[in-house]
């Protein structure tokens, strides 16, 4: 046997436990509270552990020196049982060895107390591996025993609890259990103040052996870790291969498709999470006219590669009678510019075909600009934002002067909400998220490449905007704007705001570097350069220092002398003196560009 060695629980929760025989080692939050009655550690997911603080801790209830490491007393061979984990076993596909790593660790928790923690999370990992070998029956009573062990636990992790009812879900499912699968999951969802649903015992033979995946089967082969190159996965499911990615690296949904003739499909959505446009694969399930005792057998019927990847969450079903529509935002490019594109297919043949935006029967095109222009103006910033990128997703929809017009509205709504809280003294991402300014940003790269950039309004809405006075943004808006920007500018330095002072003077500097090509009357540009010039002796020391930046940018030698008497009298107080250092700068720039 385990001796056991007491532990004192520190104040500090971080712990990392490492298995005396293989040295596997793994993190845990854990406070005395979640285990009331453990005071000592001996074995956990297929490993025999000592335990380590891994923060230092500052305080220690206990007069006796900090606790930094436990080690536990274990006979040799013990250890030996456990070789490698469960986990590792399935990677290997050695499922009777996994199994019987989970059966003794079993064996071991439930001769100690108040283990139902740890004895649920194992029920669970053992019920999934037995569903992947066709034993439902055992399955499903392992998840029935692991719910029961968490409702014994009245400080369980509510995630653990969800997790497993999930998983039984989708193995009721599996069998075409539908009304107790959504039972399950609706619980869930609920406050669980009631008692789950618990469903009735499976009559099912011992072992079913399917032909195919079912789509529960093919979740978990991608959560699990199996072997961590899919080709195996898209070779069991007869399909091409894809990419060849590792299982961490995938991001899975699913949902279901009321499919003709009444079947009920369930589409998958495989996306390898390395970057923005990472690829994605959708793959559309559907049930065969067979079962094998009491389950269900599916077939892939449709696949479909994105290599760009798709905007996540955006995929949606049309319908129309018996016709059905897959539409995706599909992303164009593998650049970072986001950009994406709607694409529809069609499913009603059980394969994705694709077909021409807004066929017959679907919603008409004009509909839904209406519909999307209208959401707008809604309350709700992140149902403006979802509006906003689905018109920019549809083909030619910003070609429409009535729709570019209204994204210039919603600017300068977004625009005049930003101002009002900045005077509130409250950040926009405080009150909205880091996700509003993106947004917005989204409104700008559009009228940047849809807008009428010779109309005044549109052109003084965006400089009014939010964006970085040293961005490639303010760069294009200038080079973009011209002679139409320069009153705009000149009005915009004249702000109570210092951002908008920051902003004039970077438009005004551009425009004073591309004056030939604008061809600005020489009235126009030394009115340029005396503003800058007038605004290095600003009341506002941030003001002066983009100034002085910019005149670095723009000058001449004959500045020098301005920049020299700054260097020399600048009153700015700061410990480091910036808008001096800023013209010892901007002097630099000038001699070396001369």
Not at 550 to 569: C, F, K, N, S, Y
């Amino acid at each position: 046997m385990v001796n056991r060695i007491p532990f004192i629980w520190p104040d500090n929760p971080f712990h990392q436990f490492t298995c005396t025989g293989c040295r596997h080692t793994r993190q845990l939050k854990a406070w005395k509270s979640d285990f009331p009655q453990a005071d000592f550690w001996e074995v956990g997911a297929g490993h025999i552990y000592e335990v380590s603080v891994l923060r230092p801790l500052k305080y220690q209830r206990r007069t006796t020196p900090p606790l930094q490491s436990i080690s536990l007393e274990i006979q040799p061979s013990r250890c030996s049982l456990f070789p490698s984990s469960a986990k590792a076993y399935l990677r290997a596909g050695e499922y009777a060895k996994a199994e019987n790593a989970y059966r003794k660790v079993l064996d071991i928790e439930k001769t100690k107390p108040a283990q139902d923690q740890i004895i649920s999370g194992v029920l669970n990992f053992l019920a999934g591996l037995l569903l992947d070998q066709g034993r439902y029956k055992e399955a499903d009573a392992l998840y029935r025993q692991a719910l029961q062990a968490v409702l014994n636990h009245p400080l369980i992790d509510p995630t653990t609890r969800d997790d497993i009812c999930l998983n039984w879900a989708s193995l009721r499912r599996d069998i075409g259990r539908t009304s107790e699968a959504v039972a399950l999951e609706g619980w869930t969802r609920g406050t669980s103040n009631s008692p789950p649903p618990f469903p009735a015992e499976l009559v099912v033979p011992p072992l079913v052996q399917l032909n195919g995946l079912t789509p529960n089967q093919f979740r978990r082969r991608l959560r699990q870790p199996y072997d961590n190159d899919l080709t195996a996965l898209w070779n069991e499911l007869g399909v091409a291969p894809w990419e060849t990615c590792q299982w961490p690296q995938c991001v899975e949904q699913s949902w279901d498709v009321d499919l003709v003739a009444g079947n009920t499909g369930v589409l998958e959505r495989v996306h390898v999470a390395n970057g923005i446009n990472g690829p994605t694969r959708f793959l559309l399930f559907e049930p065969t006219d067979h079962e094998s005792n009491g389950v269900q057998e599916w077939k892939v019927y449709g696949i479909v590669d994105l290599p760009y990847g798709d905007r996540q969450g955006t995929a949606r079903i049309e319908k129309s009678g018996d016709k059905r529509w897959l539409v995706l935002e599909a992303g164009s490019d593998a650049g970072s510019s986001r950009s994406y594109v709607e694409t529809w297919y069609d499913l009603t043949g059980g394969k994705f075909q694709p077909v021409a935006g807004y066929p017959a029967g679907a919603p008409s095109l004009q509909s839904v600009i209406t519909d999307l222009t209208r959401k707008l103006h809604s309350e709700n910033w992140m149902e403006r934002g979802e509006a906003v990128h689905r018109i920019a997703a549809i083909p030619d929809a910003t070609k429409s002067s009535t729709v570019v017009q209204e994204l210039v509205d919603l600017l300068d709504r977004e625009n005049r909400l930003i101002r009002n809280l900045f005077k509130q003294r409250t950040g926009v991402s405080t009150k909205y998220g880091e996700g509003f300014g993106e947004y917005v940003s989204y409104i700008l790269d559009i009228l940047m490449k849809s807008g009428n950039l010779w109309d005044t309004r549109t052109l003084e809405v965006l400089a009014y905007s939010s964006y970085n006075p040293d961005s490639g943004f303010a760069m294009n808006l200038a080079d973009n704007g011209g002679a139409i920007l320069v009153p705009i500018a000149l009005e915009l330095i004249k702000s109570d705001e210092s951002f908008d002072r920051w902003d004039a003077l970077s438009l005004l500097g551009r425009l004073y570097e591309k004056r030939t090509t604008h061809q600005l009357p020489a009235a126009t540009v030394q009115t340029i350069k005396q503003t800058i010039v007038n605004a290095t002796t600003h009341r506002e020391i941030t003001t002066r220092r983009w100034a002085v930046r910019v005149l670095g940018q723009i000058g001449t030698l004959d500045d020098v002398a301005l920049l020299q008497r700054i260097v020399a009298t600048d009153g700015d107080t700061g410990p480091r003196f910036s808008v001096r250092e800023e013209a010892v700068k901007a002097i630099e720039t000038i001699r070396q560009r001369k």
